[in-house]
């Protein structure tokens, strides 16, 4: 009788420690998944200075946002006429965008825009879905209205997280095509792939539910896929993408991973063969 009262009180030691390991790491989880999904990226004053020093035809830009936020970057004009199309481009949840300035080098016919989220570069303020989501669309309104801008040609990019973006300026703003690197339906659904015993949908306050946007958007979309994602796996990718409106083409680039997908030449081919003259 003894044993099985011995027997039953470390049973039930167990199953409190494993309760409690459970609650902090869904305490742990709640309480810090603003730094797991935006992981902000500064920008040396020294990028700066460089970027301004050896690329001329990148013009530093500062937008104020509708609640008095600053965001931060560039116009890159690679086009000899004006109006010229512009590419809207959206990062990665880890990604200072001035990169991307000597990634359009040798571009041609295309304006690319290039800002950091919230929170990213010198943008001030801090990041979150409806603060982004509202932060697109406020990037299209001010550049559309530029004489610079050909609005009849504005085209969005996103990559990974920045899809999110694309997604939802495609289905509130008439685009002429949209580029999307890693494209994801669900950021909640992601979420619980990785954490399957933890309610993430219940504790996530960004969750980027993107279907509903891509059921609206309607113009031609090309979807770029790592063969070896273990980030975005491929079926998120590809759940976003049936549910597009619109014109669509599946391209997986192969031998490449979520991180290593824009190193591959196919890249961009692809994406210059979408656009036409003036990408890469």
Do not use: C
């Amino acid at each position: 009788m003894d044993n099985m009262i011995e027997i039953a009180v470390i049973i039930r030691r167990i199953v409190l420690l494993v309760i409690t390991i459970y609650l902090i790491i869904t305490a742990l989880l709640y309480l810090f998944q603003n730094s797991l999904i935006f992981y902000r990226q500064p920008l040396d004053p020294a990028r700066v200075a460089q970027v301004n020093r050896n690329h001329p035809g990148a013009e530093e830009i500062t937008i104020q946002t509708h609640d008095n936020e600053e965001l931060h970057g560039w116009i890159v004009h690679r086009s000899g006429k004006k109006p010229a199309p512009l590419l809207i481009y959206f990062g990665g949840n880890a990604e200072e965008v001035s990169w991307m300035i000597e990634e359009t080098a040798g571009l041609e016919g295309w304006s690319v825009l290039l800002m950091n989220y919230r929170g990213y570069g010198k943008s001030s303020g801090k990041p979150g879905e409806e603060y982004l989501l509202s932060d697109a669309l406020r990037l299209y309104d001010h550049f559309a209205k530029r004489d610079y801008v050909d609005r009849k040609n504005i085209a969005v990019m996103g990559r990974s997280l920045g899809t999110a973006m694309a997604i939802y300026l495609s289905a509130n703003r008439d685009l002429s095509k949209t580029v999307l690197v890693s494209p994801f339906g669900s950021m909640a659904s992601i979420a619980s792939d990785n954490f399957p015993f933890i309610p993430v949908k219940l504790l996530m306050k960004h969750q980027f539910n993107m279907l509903p946007y891509a059921r609206k958007a309607d113009n031609p979309m090309l979807t770029l896929v790592a063969s070896n994602d273990n980030i975005i796996p491929a079926r998120h990718s590809r759940e976003l993408f049936k549910t597009w409106r619109g014109i669509k083409s599946w391209q997986v680039i192969e031998h490449t991973t979520h991180n290593t997908i824009s190193a591959n030449p196919a890249y961009r081919e692809y994406i210059h063969d979408f656009l036409g003259k003036g990408m890469y």
